[in-house]
């Protein structure tokens, strides 16, 4: 039997397992990843789209920039009707990276096992494949059969990241909710040298798949993935024998050479498990949720659950936080879940109608909308992913009515020590104060203000000043930052100074305005749930701030692990 030096195990190395293991490492806590695989096996372009704030989230752990150099980006959605554009939606840039990228998941894990290589806090172990799971006070026992024989390891937490079939979630009892849908999907991966754009391609009732949906995304290398709704009677493997799936493809592409790369079919889930967090075991990724592919919601929430996990693990593990903390993710995932499902499931019942009203309905409003512009926006195509909105969790303080409490801290263009950057680049690591003013007198106040009681959990303070002004005073209580686009100020609602409090995953965990006299300390303890300051963390938190403020040009690239 192992001992518990490893704090965290992870049971499964797909995204989400591996996205959970970098984040960990960010923040300084080893985990030991366990695969049941012998080695990573390639499936074509299965979740092939990565929301671009969830770049975000990789690129804290050094693995966007590979991810947007090789992937296809792209901003603009298409609907047809019977093979003309109904609709087109433009998504805007919210951050760093396109709104969208298409890389194919296969090559997204690729990405974050090499990076894995150089990070000695995590490890992924092959062949190993969890059979029992058993709670303690102090940890979990885990059973795993190895090539060596069965071994038991201890972890003073557990994350099942072991997706749709999770092994953990059947012993944990855990109900798994929702259903399996009961009509086919084909995918077909095809190599060739297509005239379509780099956008998403959703086709209702096409002369090519007439009655049904079609979807066309690019990817990387000349790749384009063709999803087709089946047939009830559709024989998948008779149609390649009888070379009925040229036709099929040739239908779409006509006589473009072409080969294929990948094909699958599948049929979608749309549950949730009835628990997220069972005392000290985690559920995340697909083992937490299983949904349609329409909407790019499934491989994206994964993701966002283990940086949603991977701070308050840290927290807790380093004796800041109290161990109540580790129940939010639970109540913030699983509503987030809850969100996407009910997206998915309006998006499922337009497009695989569940009765013959329904569908008489459906077909009617795809037959009248195309010249009935009031008409188009009820035309269901899937509604493409975006990052939850905490707005009921119990550790986001809406007191003060920021309507952008609980959300995504907006991106903007800054200058650090006459470095052009973007604030997102500065988030990630802490807890983060961002301070809105234009007076260095009153923003130096609020900083000792801010600074002036101990709080057990570390954090850096920035003020937002505009272009121009003097900052000496500052130092070293807080980091200057100018707003090199006045658009930020606005966003952000900050006409008059106001301060805001950023959680290590980037979602905004309060807001005040700055001249009624802010308890920022206060704020920070209740939304972290922070144990009580010792003397030391003062000393500690003072050093690390330091620390941070002295690498202005430097802090936040996204880059660091471990």
């Not at 301070?435 to 709080?455: C, H, I, K, S, W």
């Not at 980037?506 to 920070?524: M, S, T």
Request: hydrophobic letters at 40%; a positive charge.
């Amino acid at each position: 039997m192992s001992d518990v030096d490893v704090p965290v195990g992870i049971v499964g190395a797909g995204p989400a397992g591996l996205a959970c293991a970098l984040r960990l490492a960010s923040f300084g806590v080893p985990s030991l990843v366990l695969e049941a695989e012998p080695a990573l096996r390639k499936q074509g372009s299965r979740a092939c789209c990565i929301q671009g704030d969830v770049v975000e989230i990789l690129g804290q752990v050094g693995c966007a920039e590979a991810i947007a150099a090789e992937g296809i980006g792209w901003h603009v959605a298409r609907t047809y009707v019977r093979g003309k554009v109904l609709s087109t939606t433009e998504f805007p840039r919210t951050g760093g990276f396109a709104p969208f990228i298409n890389i194919s998941q296969y090559r997204t894990q690729q990405i974050m096992l090499e990076r894995l290589e150089s990070v000695p806090l995590a490890t992924v172990l092959w062949s190993h494949r969890v059979t029992g799971v058993a709670q303690g006070d102090q940890g979990v026992t885990v059973t795993v059969t190895t090539p060596d024989g069965t071994q038991e390891m201890r972890f003073r937490y557990l994350v099942a990241c072991d997706g749709i079939h999770s092994e953990v979630r059947r012993l944990l009892g855990v109900e798994w909710i929702g259903y399996r849908h009961g009509d086919r999907f084909l995918i077909t991966d095809i190599r060739a040298d297509l005239p379509f754009a780099h956008e998403r391609h959703f086709h209702f009732d096409p002369p090519f798949n007439p009655g049904r949906q079609l979807v066309i995304h690019a990817q990387p290398d000349n790749v384009w993935r063709i999803d087709w709704q089946l047939a009830p009677d559709t024989d998948v493997e008779a149609e390649r024998r009888t070379n009925q799936l040229d036709r099929r493809i040739r239908a779409v592409i006509g006589s473009i050479p072409y080969e294929i790369d990948w094909l699958s079919t599948y049929r979608f889930n749309q549950r949730v498990a009835a628990r997220l967090r069972v005392g000290r075991v985690f559920l995340a990724g697909d083992a937490a949720h299983a949904l349609p592919p329409y909407g790019a919601r499934g491989m994206n929430s994964g993701i966002q659950d283990v940086d949603n996990l991977a701070w308050k693990l840290h927290l807790v593990l380093k004796g800041r936080a109290n161990s109540t903390l580790l129940e939010s993710y639970h109540v913030e995932r699983y509503a987030a879940a809850r969100e996407n499902l009910r997206v998915t499931e309006a998006t499922i019942r337009f497009m695989v109608p569940p009765s013959p009203l329904r569908r008489w309905a459906r077909d009617t409003l795809l037959r009248v909308a195309p010249p009935l512009k009031f008409l188009r926006r009820h035309v269901n195509s899937g509604r493409m992913a975006e990052p939850y909105v905490y707005a009921d969790s119990p550790i986001v303080d809406r007191r003060a009515g920021s309507p952008l409490v609980g959300s995504l801290a907006p991106d903007g263009a800054v200058s650090v020590a006459g470095q052009r950057r973007r604030l997102r680049q500065l988030l990630g690591r802490e807890f983060v104060g961002l301070y809105f003013g234009a007076d260095p007198l009153a923003a130096r106040r609020f900083a000792e203000q801010a600074q002036a009681r101990p709080v057990s959990v570390p954090f850096r303070l920035y003020v937002v000043l505009p272009p121009g002004q003097g900052s000496d005073d500052l130092w070293p209580l807080a980091c200057v930052v100018h707003d090199d686009d006045p658009r930020l100020r606005a966003t952000y609602g900050a006409s008059r100074p106001a301060w805001f409090l950023v959680r290590p995953d980037g979602h905004i965990a309060a807001g005040h305005d700055a001249e009624r006299p802010p308890d920022f300390a206060e704020a920070l303890r209740r939304c972290a749930d922070a144990l009580p300051a010792k003397d030391e963390d003062a000393r500690r938190s003072g050093a690390a701030f330091r620390a941070h403020a002295t690498m202005g040009t430097t802090a936040g690239t996204g880059t660091t692990v471990g």
